[in-house]
């Protein structure tokens, strides 16, 4: 490596010094500094020539979103961002100022990590969650399932108009049939605009329940956390393995909050009536029916029951 006083010397020749000219003779001459200076007409040739660094980074990093890569393979010395240049009087004339600013790649990049920060998920696959979503695919998958994706688009549409309504949906329907993707779809679009959300994978939370006798700290967080979030989704709601103490202290605790305060959204191959039946029976304790009835009234007022149809399509991820 040369040493500092090597390159000081090499600066101080007249070879280092045409050099440096002829840089700063072709940047002046690049047609965005042409601009810059048509648009800004009291900037100095002394001011450029002071800001020279600025302005080759500017023009540098142009270049490169011109020709962009791709985020991940950013050539900027600041990832995922660029130079822009600023005009601003001062008492001894128009100074020129630079700051690094996100590209729209960039930004999109930030919004969809702060749409997963507001979504929390329980023993669900997050492939479920980070799939691609687009309308259009959406409806094409499977003409059977349209009219059920038209309902859910609506209530989409609705909530970003007018906000959330304490109503949420059942979206019952045999296996397969993509009740959890379109599930994950409406709570990712309300998470866009700024709703918090929270999907419940129900046989396997039921399981971690019992695990959760031990920890009161974890059990209490864990139940506040689907009290309070804007959007909560009971997945798979049907298939657990129900306790009494799950049915009424877990589930009864948690709907008994949220009724008549924010939406809860249900996926199930049970229908309502289904449901209840499932609700009124445990292992330990056999039928009770008034018990499975009195949280099906924390259930049923609540929700616009949706009929998911469509072919089975169920592969390696779980898309109840």
């Given at each position: 490596?040369?040493?500092?006083?090597?390159?000081?010397?090499?600066?101080k020749?007249?070879?280092?010094?045409?050099?440096?000219q002829?840089?700063?003779?072709?940047?002046l001459?690049?047609?965005l500094?042409?601009?810059?200076?048509?648009q800004?007409p009291e900037l100095t040739d002394?001011?450029?020539?002071?800001?020279?660094?600025?302005?080759y980074?500017?023009?540098?990093?142009?270049?490169?979103?011109?020709?962009?890569?791709?985020?991940?393979?950013?050539?900027n010395?600041?990832?995922?961002?660029?130079?822009?240049l600023?005009?601003e009087p001062s008492e001894?004339?128009?100074?020129l100022y630079?700051?690094?600013?996100p590209?729209?790649?960039?930004?999109?990049?930030?919004?969809e990590?702060?749409?997963?920060?507001?979504?929390?998920?329980?023993?669900?696959?997050?492939r479920a969650?980070?799939?691609?979503?687009?309308?259009?695919?959406?409806v094409?998958?499977?003409s059977?399932?349209?009219?059920?994706?038209?309902?859910?688009?609506?209530?989409?549409?609705?909530?970003k108009?007018?906000g959330l309504?304490?109503?949420?949906?059942?979206?019952?329907?045999g296996?397969?049939?993509?009740k959890?993707?379109l599930?994950s779809?409406?709570?990712?679009?309300l998470a866009?605009v700024?709703?918090t959300?929270?999907i419940?994978?129900?046989p396997?939370?039921?399981?971690?329940?019992?695990?959760?006798f031990q920890?009161?700290?974890r059990?209490?967080e864990?139940?506040d956390?689907?009290?309070?979030?804007d959007?909560?989704?009971?997945?798979?709601?049907?298939?657990?393995?129900l306790?009494?103490?799950?049915?009424d202290?877990?589930?009864?605790s948690?709907?008994?909050?949220?009724?008549?305060?924010?939406p809860?959204?249900?996926?199930s191959?049970?229908?309502?009536a289904?449901?209840?039946?499932?609700l009124?029976?445990?292992?330990?304790?056999?039928?009770?029916?008034?018990?499975?009835?009195?949280?099906?009234?924390?259930?049923?007022?609540?929700v616009?029951?949706?009929?998911?149809e469509?072919?089975?399509k169920r592969?390696?991820?779980?898309?109840?």
């Amino acid at each position: 490596m040369e040493s500092l006083g090597d390159l000081l010397r090499q600066m101080k020749s007249p070879r280092f010094r045409e050099e440096s000219q002829k840089i700063a003779g072709r940047l002046l001459s690049d047609p965005l500094v042409l601009e810059l200076r048509a648009q800004h007409p009291e900037l100095t040739d002394q001011e450029l020539m002071t800001n020279l660094s600025k302005l080759y980074q500017y023009v540098g990093d142009r270049g490169h979103c011109d020709n962009c890569p791709g985020l991940d393979n950013c050539p900027n010395d600041f990832q995922g961002h660029y130079t822009k240049l600023s005009v601003e009087p001062s008492e001894s004339g128009a100074k020129l100022y630079d700051r690094k600013t996100p590209c729209h790649k960039q930004l999109t990049r930030q919004h969809e990590q702060q749409v997963k920060q507001r979504i929390h998920s329980f023993y669900i696959d997050e492939r479920a969650l980070n799939e691609g979503y687009n309308p259009k695919e959406i409806v094409a998958k499977d003409s059977n399932r349209v009219p059920a994706v038209v309902q859910i688009f609506q209530y989409i549409s609705d909530t970003k108009q007018n906000g959330l309504s304490p109503q949420g949906l059942y979206l019952e329907g045999g296996f397969g049939t993509g009740k959890t993707f379109l599930a994950s779809y409406l709570l990712h679009e309300l998470a866009k605009v700024g709703h918090t959300g929270v999907i419940v994978y129900m046989p396997d939370f039921v399981e971690d329940l019992k695990s959760m006798f031990q920890d009161n700290n974890r059990m209490k967080e864990t139940m506040d956390i689907m009290k309070h979030t804007d959007l909560l989704i009971f997945d798979d709601i049907g298939a657990e393995n129900l306790s009494s103490w799950v049915r009424d202290h877990v589930l009864g605790s948690i709907l008994n909050y949220r009724m008549n305060r924010k939406p809860t959204f249900y996926t199930s191959n049970y229908s309502l009536a289904d449901l209840q039946k499932h609700l009124s029976f445990t292992n330990k304790d056999g039928e009770e029916f008034y018990k499975g009835e009195r949280l099906m009234n924390r259930i049923s007022p609540f929700v616009k029951v949706i009929r998911v149809e469509g072919e089975n399509k169920r592969g390696g991820m779980s898309n109840s």
